[in-house]
């Protein structure tokens, strides 16, 4: 008996003994884990938290470590398990931001799935590996039969959904505690470090969805813009022959930019071809002002064809556009349009087989589609897209109905591949390939589009064609090509104001039929659906007018975070969280701007019916104000009767 006490008090000491010693070799695991990969982080992709949150990095990584090793088996199944798991996020979150600019956010992990459709090789595999290992290492980690275990896990749970239930409180305190950046989310990720940083988004993200906005609200938006009294309503103009109006063509260029002025890359030629160049000129050098840099050409799309600003990191297609909407293919084909759009990309990508349905669209071409005959790598080429285009929409062109047709090339993804018929015709001096790739993927982008509108303008020279690009390249690690030039900084938290222009324009050209190119200035993508109803002359009540009208005086572009404005050639930066002159009006009208958005795209659509229910609240308070005047006649009457 008392050998067998004698035992059970030296277990009393071995076990706690042992079980420190375990959670101290974790923890030193997590540690020389987070000093290699933060090392290497910084040196391959220049990439690190700010010296400032060094120490709550480390703490907040440490946090996460004890509840894994809380739940695992061994130290050893935790250390490979933590390993995975930690080294997938810093290396996705290091990618993100080296290549465009911006650290891991909540809706990139319901968006992932894009990922997968957009790569091949040993691309494909490794960011198949990235999820997949991480994974089977939580779950070759768990002690599956431990009670211990389990009540972590219901622990962790228990207080996710605590804060699911109430995160505005959580938000708030977490902003008060760690700051918040509104736009410049690199800076956030440098001055919190990863963990706090999705944890304190993903509390944000959370807290934004609230419930749709009621009708006083968006009536309130509104009038703040100066929309209650809606335009007259009439069919687009009526043209010839019993056509409702003119073919509408809209191409969307993948990555099409102006390498040209990337002074320090030592271009040996201009890679625009010299027709371009010339109907560029013609059109004023006009830009196209994109929500986005680098990627995420979805959002572009939705401002062309829907005509509202994107101003979040997140892909609109993906989960904010939830409604049928009467964006310009649905208002063109009231009007009688047949309407077409065509990518050459998996049909999928970017949720675009629901979005175009619910944008309008009657007929949707992709990948499957086409004839894949001219391929640079995985990328169809712009030469036998416009071909097929033209195969397909030509014998429309000139029928009983009217056609959009909508064109959104593929060619000119990174990393900017050219097949054996396209050989490298122009050099760079600079070390940066991704310069000289891209410069010669512009040369022949170029002419292969001036080549299909040569032959579209011959076909169709009344139409009214649009054409521009989708975003700015990515031209190598934190913004590489362009801070050799002296375009940007490597981070937003160092761009001078006109960076955030310089970050968004590309090349526009509005042709209007047999009058030629149009000047119109630099305008924010979303404006182009309304200029478009101008140039065929509808002037039907429209929510594409709601954002951007023909006669603005001042234009807008919201980015995250922030937004600017330009006067002419005035430029006015307006960064969120920060009081500045002469951004009050602006401001509100970015707000009442995302009041209509989520009413329209995801709520109960009350703007749809805005015009007849503010209509009616005006003819009741005008026949309100009659009653009232003949009430005080008759009392004026009364008085001076009683008078004499």
Excluded at 297 to 324: H, I, M, Q, Y
């Amino acid at each position: 008996m008392q050998q067998q006490d004698r035992s059970v008090a030296i277990d009393a000491v071995i076990v706690p003994t042992r079980r420190a010693r375990e959670w101290g070799q974790a923890l030193g695991l997590v540690a020389l884990w987070y000093l290699v990969a933060q090392a290497a982080s910084a040196y391959f992709l220049g990439v690190v938290p700010g010296r400032e949150a060094w120490l709550r990095d480390l703490l907040a990584h440490l946090l996460l470590g004890g509840v894994l090793f809380a739940m695992a088996r061994s130290v050893l199944r935790f250390g490979v398990a933590m390993a995975l798991l930690f080294s997938a996020f810093t290396l996705g979150n290091a990618l993100k931001l080296a290549v465009l600019g911006g650290p891991v956010m909540p809706d990139d992990f319901s968006a992932a799935k894009n990922l997968f459709m957009l790569l091949d090789g040993w691309q494909l595999f490794g960011s198949a590996a990235m999820l997949a290992l991480p994974l089977a290492g939580l779950a070759w980690m768990f002690a599956w039969r431990s009670a211990r275990a389990w009540a972590v896990l219901g622990g962790v749970a228990a207080g996710l959904m605590a804060v699911a239930l109430q995160p505005a409180p959580v938000s708030a305190w977490l902003d008060a505690r760690f700051g918040d950046w509104v736009w410049n989310q690199r800076g956030n990720y440098e001055m919190r470090g990863l963990p706090i940083h999705l944890a304190q988004e993903g509390v944000r993200s959370l807290a934004r969805r609230g419930s749709a906005p009621q009708a006083a609200e968006v009536d309130d938006a509104l009038m703040l813009l100066g929309l209650t009294q809606p335009s007259p309503f009439v069919r687009a103009t009526a043209a010839e022959a019993g056509r409702a109006g003119r073919n509408v063509h809209m191409i969307v260029l993948e990555s099409f930019w102006d390498p040209a002025v990337l002074k320090a890359a030592g271009l040996s030629d201009d890679p625009l071809d010299p027709a371009f160049r010339k109907l560029w000129k013609a059109a004023g050098n006009a830009r196209a002002l994109s929500p986005v840099f680098g990627g995420m050409t979805a959002n572009a799309e939705f401002e062309a064809l829907c005509g509202f600003p994107v101003k979040s990191d997140a892909v609109f297609f993906e989960g904010r556009l939830r409604r049928d909407v009467p964006c310009l293919p649905r208002h063109l084909g009231d009007a009688g349009y047949r309407s077409f759009a065509s990518h050459p990309n998996a049909a999928p990508f970017w949720n675009r087989i629901n979005a175009y349905r619910r944008v309008g669209f009657e007929h949707y071409w992709s990948d499957r589609d086409f004839v894949l005959d001219d391929m640079n790598r995985e990328f169809l080429s712009d030469a036998s897209l416009y071909r097929q285009v033209l195969e397909r929409v030509g014998p429309a062109l000139q029928g009983a109905q009217p056609v959009f047709n909508y064109v959104l090339t593929y060619f000119g993804h990174l990393d900017y591949p050219l097949n054996s018929a396209r050989p490298e015709v122009i050099r760079a001096e600079t070390d940066n390939g991704l310069v000289q790739a891209y410069a010669n993927t512009v040369h022949y982008k170029s002419r292969e589009l001036m080549g299909f509108l040569k032959q579209l303008r011959k076909r169709d020279p009344d139409a009214i064609i649009v054409l521009f690009g989708d975003h700015l390249p990515s031209l190598g690690w934190n913004h590489g090509g362009y801070v050799e030039s002296g375009l940007l900084t490597t981070d937003r938290s160092g761009f001078a104001d006109a960076m955030f222009h310089t970050l968004v324009a590309t090349p526009l050209v509005v042709i209007d039929g047999r009058r030629g190119p149009v000047r119109t200035g630099d305008l924010p993508i979303y404006a182009l659906p309304a200029l478009i109803l101008d140039l065929l002359g509808d002037e039907r009540d429209t929510m594409l007018r709601f954002a951007a009208r023909a006669d603005d005086a001042v234009r807008v572009r919201p980015l995250p975070g922030v937004h600017f404005t330009l006067e002419g050639k005035a430029l006015t930066v307006c960064r969120g969280g920060e009081l500045l002159p002469g951004c009050e009006a602006s401001t509100a009208w970015v707000e009442a701007i995302a009041v209509l958005k989520r009413d329209l795209f995801s709520g109960e659509q009350h703007a749809l019916d805005a015009a007849e229910r503010l209509r009616g609240l005006q003819t009741v308070e005008l026949e309100g104000g009659d009653l009232e005047e003949s009430a005080v006649a008759d009392e004026v009457v009364a008085e001076s009767d009683n008078d004499v």
